[in-house]
Every structure is written in C-alpha cells, then in structure tokens.
C-alpha cells in the first residue's frame, strides 16, 4: 500500500479519547414491570425500553437491551455457534428495589431504579462486575462528531465501574501489551501494513475480553459487529465502557473464576476451533511471490539439500492470471496439477492465496468466468442506489461477493474446485477486511447494502464481519469438495466466531525487533479470544530483517501453531539460509525441535479444540493467581508444561526469566530450579531459555522433514519428575487428516510414570496408531 494513503487512514483511524465520552448519553429508564419465562426475563422500562436477560448455562448469561422500543423479535448473530441450551436451575426473587436472578454459580441483581445490573458470585456474593451507570444510548447525537457513519445507527454503550487493581485481557488481535487495562479501542477491520505497537485498529474484530480481579475472572462477550468501542479506564478512574456505533446492547456474560472455564464458555456459545491437517504444524515458506513453478521448486529442493523441514508453500497472488482468483497463469503455473504433485513426493503442499477482490473485465469482450456467473447470480455488492460497487484493489477495478447471501457463499465455496482438482492443499484468505484502494477507511463502501438474511444492512454493521463470512464460504467449500479431508484455511480479518473456519496470521508487521516482542502479547491475547491458532510472519512482512532479528523471530514461532516465513514483494530475501550458515544451523535446529515436538504440540493444539484453551499462552493463564504473571509478556507457555523467553532486542544473551511457583527444569542443562521468582539465563543467539514444569512429560517423536514422512513408531516420554519422583501427561493422536476423529477415531492415552516406570493409564477413543513404542528418558540435573 503506498505511503500516503496509509498516513491518510492513521490521521483518520485515529479517535481521540476526549470525544469518547459516554456520561452525557441518555440513561435507560428505571423498571416498571417485569415478565419471566422459561429462561428469560424481560424487564419494561419508563422509557418504553426493554431489557431481557436469558439464562444460558449456570455461568452464562446473556443480556440484550433494546432502547426506547421493544427487543426486536430477530435475533441472528454470525458469530454464534449454540443457540440451544437447556434451562439451568435457576430462580428469580423480587424484592421492591431489586431483582435477584440465581443459578448455581451466578447471581445478577438488577436494581430498579436507576436500573444497574451487578453480577455476583452465588456462593460468596462477591461482587465481580457491575454498572457504573445504566445502559446508555445517543438519542441527540452526542458523540456524532466521534462516530465514523452518523447515520448508520444509535451508539448504545454499557459501562462498567473500574475495580482498583481490575486487569483486562482478550479482544482479539490487538497491536497491544497483554493486559489491556488503561487502553481504549476501536474495532473496525483495517488494512494496517506495517502497523506497530498502538495501531488501532487493525485487521480483526473479536469484541470479547476478560476481567481478572484478585485471581477471579470474568468474561464479556459484546456481539455487536457494529464499529465498536472498549475503554478499559483509558479516560476515568471509575469506568470501563464498551460501546458501538449502532445495533444493539447485547452482551453475554461468562463467570469464571478460572479463565479457562470462560474460555470452554465461550467456545461452546462461539463454537470450537475444528483440527485442521497435522501437517498444518509443519514449517511453512513463503513468499509474495514465487513464480514461475520452476522457482517454487528451487525453493523446496533448497530446503531439501540444506536439511531443513518443509511441509506447505504458499503461492502468493502473482500465481493467478492477471490476479483473477480462481485461475493460473497459463506461462508462469502451466501445470498445476503435476506441479502439487511433484511436491507432494518430496512431502510438501501448497496453498494458494485467494482474495475478496473479483477482478471486473475492462474488455466487454472478455469472459472470466467468476465474475460473469457472480454478476449473472446477482452475488456481487451493490450500492443502495443499485450501481455495482466497484473497489480497486490488486487486480483493479473488482467487485466483492455479498457473503451474507448463503447461496452466494455456496457458489464462491464451490469455485474452490479450481484449486482441490489441482491438489491445492489449502486456501489464504487475505484482502477481506475488506481492503479498498481506493479508500482504506470504509467511507466509500458506507452505502454498500448487504443481503443480511433479508435484513438489508449497511457497511456499518457488515464491515466487520466480511471476512468471517468469506471465510466462511471458502471453510465450507473445502469440506464439500473435499469431505475426506480436513479444510486448512487461514485468514487475515475476521469476527468472533471464526475459529470454526478458519487459522489466522497478523497480516503485514514490520522486519523490526519491536515488532517481533510484539508477536508474544499479540498470538496470547488472541489466545484469549477463542483463536488458538495463531502466527506471524516470521522475520517480519516489511523492511529489511538481518539474521539475528531472524533467528530469534524462529525462537518465538518454532512453537506457535501457524509457523511461516513470508517477505513482502521489494523486501530482502529472507528464508532460512539467506543470512550465511551461522544463522542457517541455528534455524535449522528450532525447526527440528519443533518437528520433534508435533506429538506434544498436537496433543496441546487438540486440547485447544476440544476445551478452548490455546496452545500458546500466556503465564497469567495457567498461574491466574500470581499477581507476577498479569501484565508478563515477553514469556509465554506451550500448554501447562513448557515455558519460553524469548530474547526480544539485539545484541542481548542474557534474560530474566520469571519462573511461577513449582519446580522448572531448564531445557538445555535440565538444572533444576524453585518456582517463584525471577531468575537470570544465559541466552546466547543459539539458545531460546525453556524451562518445563516439573511434573510434566513431554512426548516427543522422530526427527522429520515433513509430516508423515515415516512412522512416528518410537515416542519418547521426555519425563521431569516432581519432587516425589512422578510425572504425567496425556497424549493425543489420530490419523492427522481426515475429520474421523469427530466420530470417535482418535486415541487418548493417559501416562504416569513413576520412579522411572511408564504406566499407561485410560485410553479413550477407537484410534489405532500401529505399533510404536514409549522410550521412556527421566531428567535429573543439578539443582539450583
Ligand atoms: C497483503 C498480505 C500479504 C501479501 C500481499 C500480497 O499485504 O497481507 O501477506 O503478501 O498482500 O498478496
């Protein structure tokens, strides 16, 4: 994107906090009436406003608020997995000044007048959230002058009182520190090349945070894809508010106390991350872009004759016909199919990016056949006064599919068969914030109309969740097409609720060290989000990286899900070996580590999809009551077990680590070191410090180049015995490809091993994976 422009979006992107200010909103007005069913209760307003809180599950409750006119009767979210949950037990009391709503875990105690809503523990009666003041809405057009489209909607905006030491968490990906607390935001997907620390906002919208409080937690999902607003007490000492620019209140409430409880939550209601192939965790390379075919060989007989391990190559846009989607050009690609088959033989896939942008033929006489059908089918988006809208994007003038439409989103999924007959192995969403060359703030596109299941709204609610959708629509194309195998897709924008569909990456960061340190902060909070499969481009997407800002961007990614190098088209070459083999041996041998961990990473990243908890974590996740983890973010976990910290600066070979309560055995030495407290290591380029928790076992399997290239039939048991000598673990495995294990077809197997001996304990599932055998290595090493 050209420099200019994007200063032009940074003056304009940017919202000052003095104009947020929501104490001079109109209140909703106090309780007159009050009417229960099943699991919901409605509350009638002075005002003719309307409140419904619905009981979900005994920590779960979701609160909508209508202003000045009664709760609409439709009620469609495209984040939302589960609408149907059975009734908890709960009941209802009502006393003069309040209403008591209680379930097992939860109370909610709604004062009349004014109306406030406080959330409580229903065991200690704790306070954990409550109003600051009563839900508020901009009937004058208060805040106009902040809002970015006026007439797209009402501000609505719930506000929250500020805890004294109260740390927030979650909202997706944000270019922030870990703990959000004294920071505002904005949502409103973003082209933002180069972005750095502060950029706001960027390429995503997940409207969900945590609230951590002396060790207790909370969650607050605001599902409104409105451009939305959060303010953690950036502007008071007394508030956190969150608003949005129109739609509704309506936000669910999830009770803790563990985060990893709101985190199952919140999956359940948004739905779970599905596995995606194993050979997802293998190393990836890219780059904008390989071409011709022959180049993308050379890349991987590179990788091949230097020892390095490959699974998946990405074709960058340059792959297409004059970048129409849905096409090859036929001098640069003239055999797809016996190109992904070639590389298949040496173990490696490709995937190929695909974006928005639906290229219009200049010529009338020029026939291309994803246009001609959308425009013919009427998927394409229009303006409210019917043109075509037409934004400029890589192939110029384009035209953007209406993914609100199902039947849109079925033919755009079905296009995908350009791709799985010529063995494309997975599918890069990009571009889908929607991007527009033509104007990156959205301003053009305000009159675009969306089908919206009948609705017929504006780019103000649809911005946000355009990328969702197409993500969406390429998800269920994959699964159509191809219904033996597991859809990879990855994505640069989205909504809530993408982790059904899609993996993601932080779109176009910086080759800097200040952008690499923000890797940690931003792949956790994601974490938090409900997005577990996270990366960045290693190295960094701009400018020019050196091997050490190199090496130790693979020491931060060697463990995240989504591990791949990928370079901007004028930026400096930057695979593994371009920086002389100093460098070269030292990725090498992460890449191998991580090859060798798949069996613990999968297990992990399974966990991830069943409970919701993320792979890569942050320490506060797994220690949520030591006050030493709240604002740590230049460390981060790999499940319960595995702690890193990476070097984050040049020139720098000594770190300190904080190491939470237990007993840690360094990785490299296993010198044994007492939990609770900052200890300084050694950290030369050649080593990222990584401790593991004792206790723990971390199954590892054979070196490979590429996944599936033999038998995983030796699984080493690396065990770090507590200190009465046992350690444990489970470890998860399936065929690695196919959707089978939804059914059943996997195998968990429990493993203790004591005084030096495994014993498994409880498998779970049908899965056979062969003959293999545990070798079983207990750590002992001096302790500190
Ligand atoms: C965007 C993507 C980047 C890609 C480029 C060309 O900038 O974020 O990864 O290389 O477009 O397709």
Redesign the pocket.
């Known amino acids: 994107?050209n420099r200019f422009l994007a200063l032009i979006w940074i003056l304009a992107g940017s919202v000052s906090v003095f104009a947020q200010d929501i104490t001079t909103l109109e209140k909703i007005g106090p309780v007159i009436s009050l009417v229960k069913s099943d699991k919901t209760i409605t509350l009638n307003c002075q005002d003719n406003s309307q409140v419904q809180l619905t009981i979900l599950a005994p920590d779960l409750v979701r609160v909508r608020a209508s202003f000045t006119k009664p709760i609409p009767a439709r009620d469609h979210s495209w984040a939302i997995a589960k609408v149907d949950w059975p009734t908890p037990r709960w009941n209802l009391s009502e006393g003069s000044d309040v209403i008591t709503i209680a379930t097992d875990e939860l109370e909610v105690v709604i004062r009349r007048s004014p109306l406030l809503i406080e959330f409580r523990d229903a065991r200690t009666h704790r306070v954990l959230n409550s109003d600051e003041r009563p839900m508020s809405y901009d009937t004058n057009g208060q805040l106009n002058s902040m809002m970015f489209d006026p007439k797209a909607g009402m501000f609505v905006a719930a506000s929250k009182r500020l805890g004294f030491d109260e740390h927030f968490y979650g909202l997706g990906e944000k270019a922030s520190r870990l703990d959000k607390r004294r920071s505002s935001f904005v949502n409103w997907n973003s082209?933002t090349?180069g972005y750095n620390e502060g950029r706001d906002p960027i390429y995503q919208t997940i409207p969900f945070y945590i609230g951590l409080q002396r060790g207790v937690a909370y969650g607050i999902f605001f599902d409104n894809s409105y451009r939305s607003y959060f303010n953690f007490g950036q502007s008071s000492q007394q508030r956190a508010w969150f608003g949005a620019e129109g739609g509704e209140m309506n936000y669910y409430f999830f009770y803790g106390p563990a985060i990893k409880k709101i985190l199952g939550r919140y999956a359940d209601l948004t739905g779970h991350m599905p596995l995606p192939p194993l050979w997802a965790l293998g190393n990836q390379q890219?780059?904008?872009?390989y071409y011709p075919d022959t180049m993308v060989e050379e890349v991987v007989n590179e990788y091949r004759r230097r020892d390095l391990p490959l699974d998946v190559v990405h074709l960058?846009?340059d792959y297409m016909h004059g970048y129409r989607v849905f096409t090859f050009d036929k001098e640069r690609f003239p055999d797809p199919k016996g190109l992904s088959d070639k590389l298949g033989r040496q173990g490696v896939k490709l995937v190929t990016?695909v974006?928005p942008g639906v290229k219009q033929p200049q010529d009338k006489n020029e026939r291309y056949h994803a246009y001609d059908q959308g425009l013919e089918k009427n998927f394409f988006q229009h303006r409210r006064n019917g043109d075509l809208f037409v934004p400029r994007v890589?192939p110029g003038e384009s035209v953007f599919v209406d993914y609100t439409m199902p039947e849109a989103r079925r033919w755009w999924g079905d296009l995908h068969r350009a791709y799985t007959d010529n063995g494309i192995a997975g599918i890069w969403n990009?571009?889908n914030e929607p991007?527009d060359f033509v104007g990156q703030t959205g301003k053009n596109q305000l009159d675009v109309v969306s089908y919206d299941e009948g609705e017929k709204t504006t780019h103000a609610k649809n911005r946000n969740t355009f990328g969702l959708l197409m993500a969406r629509a390429t998800y269920e194309g994959l699964e159509r097409l191809r219904p033996d195998r597991r859809p990879y897709v990855i994505t640069?924008a989205a909504y809530a609720g993408i982790q059904r569909y899609s993996t993601m990456?932080t779109?176009?960061t910086n080759s800097t060290w200040e952008a690499l340190a923000l890797n940690i902060p931003m792949f956790t909070s994601l974490g938090l989000s409900g997005e577990p499969f996270v990366g960045s481009?290693v190295g960094g997407?701009i400018g020019r990286g050196n091997g050490e800002l190199l090496v130790r961007s693979y020491q931060v990614s060697f463990l995240a899900p989504f591990c791949r190098n990928?370079k901007?088209?004028d930026g400096y070459d930057q695979e593994p070996w371009r920086f002389g083999k100093y460098y070269e041996d030292i990725i090498r041998k992460y890449l191998k580590l991580r090859y060798s961990m798949l069996p613990f990473l999968y297990t992990t990243l399974e966990e991830a999809h069943r409970t919701g908890v993320p792979l890569f974590r942050p320490l506060m996740l797994n220690y949520q009551d030591d006050e030493s983890t709240y604002n740590l973010d230049d460390q981060f976990m790999i499940g319960d077990d595995l702690l890193v910290a990476p070097i984050l600066k040049p020139d720098v070979t000594r770190r300190l680590v904080y190491l939470p309560a237990g007993s840690w055995y360094d990785y490299w030495t296993n010198r044994k070191y007492a939990g609770g407290t900052m200890i300084s290591v050694e950290a030369p380029l050649d080593t990222v410090p990584m401790f593991v928790r004792a206790g723990a076992i971390i199954p590892t399997g054979p070196p490979l180049n590429y996944v599936g290239e033999k038998p995983v039939d030796t699984i080493t048991l690396n065990v770090y015995p507590d200190d009465t000598g046992a350690a444990s673990t489970t470890l998860y495995e399936d065929d690695g490809l196919t959707p089978a294990y939804k059914n059943g077809n996997f195998r968990r197997t429990t493993i203790i091993v004591r005084g030096g001996e495994a014993l498994t304990g409880p498998v779970e599932g049908t899965y056979n994976p062969g003959p293999r055998k545990f070798n079983v290595v207990v750590k002992s090493g001096p302790r500190r």
């Not at 890219?286 to 872009?289: E, F, K, M, V």
């Open positions: 994107m082209d090349p890219s780059r904008w872009s960058d846009i990016i974006d890589w990009d571009m991007s640069r990456w779109g176009d481009d997407f990928h901007v088209i």
